[in-house]
């Protein structure tokens, strides 16, 4: 198996909804961005994918939310814009561009210095009980 990971960074500002605490008050972060995929397989120039590619894909989705108001932003006017609610999004963004061969490991979002979430997509047949 091979991976490849890409990383960028947005700015955004958000509030989390029914929190109760500080994050309930709109506030913002400058998150750091990595997406990390895999493949079983390289394509005819000995590579997972380009990383040019990735990263076009990925800064597709960063001007989607960057220096937004995420709460304003589809699909966060309706789900809470937590750093994994992000993670999911951006995952569900560009996986489905990704060449049948290649398909996302992690998405992991620092929201700090110290502080991530990552969201790891898994078949129902991975999933651990």
């Keep these: 198996m091979y991976e490849l990971a890409v990383e960028a960074e947005f700015a955004a500002a958000h509030r ?5 605490g500080l994050c309930e008050n709109l506030h913002g972060h400058n ?9 079983a397989v390289l394509d005819n120039l000995g590579m997972v994918m380009d990383f040019k590619d990735l990263k076009s894909l990925i800064n597709d989705v ?5 220096h937004k108001h ?3 932003v589809k ?3 309706e789900i809470n814009p937590t750093t994994e609610n992000i993670a999911k999004y951006i995952c569900e963004e560009i996986e489905p561009k990704l060449s049948k ?3 996302i490991e992690r998405v992991q979002i620092w ?3 110290r502080a991530s979430a990552s969201y790891i997509p898994r078949g129902p047949k991975e999933i651990i009980k």
């Design 16 to 20: 989390l909804v029914g929190y109760s």
């Design 31 to 39: 998150w750091k961005v990595m997406v990390q995929v895999r493949s």
């Design 62 to 66: 960063m001007e989607k939310l960057d």
């Design 70 to 72: 995420l709460n304003e």
């Design 75 to 77: 699909p966060f006017d």
């Design 101 to 103: 061969n290649v398909h």
């Design 111 to 113: 929201e700090s210095n």
